[in-house]
């Protein structure tokens, strides 16, 4: 076997491989977001249903093991990423930046103008990656019931 990080396209199949890899790297913010992620209600039926929908998912694997993931849709005339999770056991092999640059690739390839994506206040760390990636703030919303920004709406232009 190849020790060969591959990206590819999702698809239907790999929802439960998708769930799993969403709640183990998400696990580190339960109890710590407020209100809590929907990331710890993912299953395996409801990625399936969203990719049956039109959504999709692009996946980093290695000897068939996947690492990280990120989903897709269309946004606004752009491409918005949601769900960014890298296992806490692949973290700092830089596979985040990478699964954002297959984004902007796919955005690019399908000749979008840009790239969203959407950030909890309170996750500065994720914040800069972003930042550093070449997003900056568009607007900052708050989730139902509460009354002050709780997300942070980012997007690249890529044009």
Same mark, same amino acid.
């Given at each position: 076997?190849?020790?060969?990080?591959?990206?590819?396209?999702? &698809?239907?199949?790999?929802?439960?491989?998708?769930?799993?890899?969403?709640?183990?790297?998400?696990?580190?913010? *339960?109890?710590?977001?407020?209100?809590?992620?929907?990331?710890? *209600?993912?299953?395996?039926?409801?990625?399936?249903?969203?990719?049956?929908?039109?959504?999709?998912?692009?996946?980093?694997?290695?000897?068939?093991?996947?690492?990280?993931?990120?989903?897709?849709?269309?946004?606004?005339?752009?491409?918005?990423?949601?769900?960014?999770?890298?296992?806490?056991?692949? /973290?700092?092999?830089?596979?985040? /930046? /990478?699964?954002?640059?297959?984004?902007?690739?796919?955005?690019?390839?399908?000749?979008?103008?840009?790239? @969203?994506?959407?950030?909890?206040?309170?996750?500065?760390?994720?914040?800069?990656?972003?930042?550093?990636?070449?997003?900056?703030?568009?607007? @900052?919303?708050?989730?139902?019931?509460?009354?002050?920004?709780?997300?942070?709406?980012?997007?690249? &232009?890529?044009?």
């Amino acid at each position: 076997m190849s020790d060969t990080l591959v990206l590819r396209a999702a &698809s239907r199949t790999d929802a439960g491989a998708i769930a799993a890899t969403i709640a183990a790297a998400f696990a580190q913010y *339960r109890g710590k977001l407020v209100p809590e992620s929907g990331a710890f *209600r993912e299953t395996a039926e409801a990625i399936a249903a969203e990719m049956a929908k039109g959504t999709r998912a692009i996946v980093a694997e290695r000897n068939g093991e996947m690492l990280g993931c990120v989903v897709i849709q269309d946004m606004e005339g752009d491409l918005y990423f949601g769900r960014l999770a890298v296992l806490p056991a692949a /973290r700092g092999l830089g596979l985040a /930046r /990478r699964l954002v640059e297959a984004v902007e690739a796919e955005a690019k390839r399908r000749g979008l103008p840009g790239v @969203r994506l959407g950030v909890r206040v309170v996750l500065t760390d994720n914040q800069r990656l972003f930042h550093a990636l070449g997003y900056r703030e568009v607007s @900052r919303e708050a989730h139902p019931g509460f009354d002050h920004p709780t997300s942070i709406n980012m997007r690249k &232009s890529l044009v």
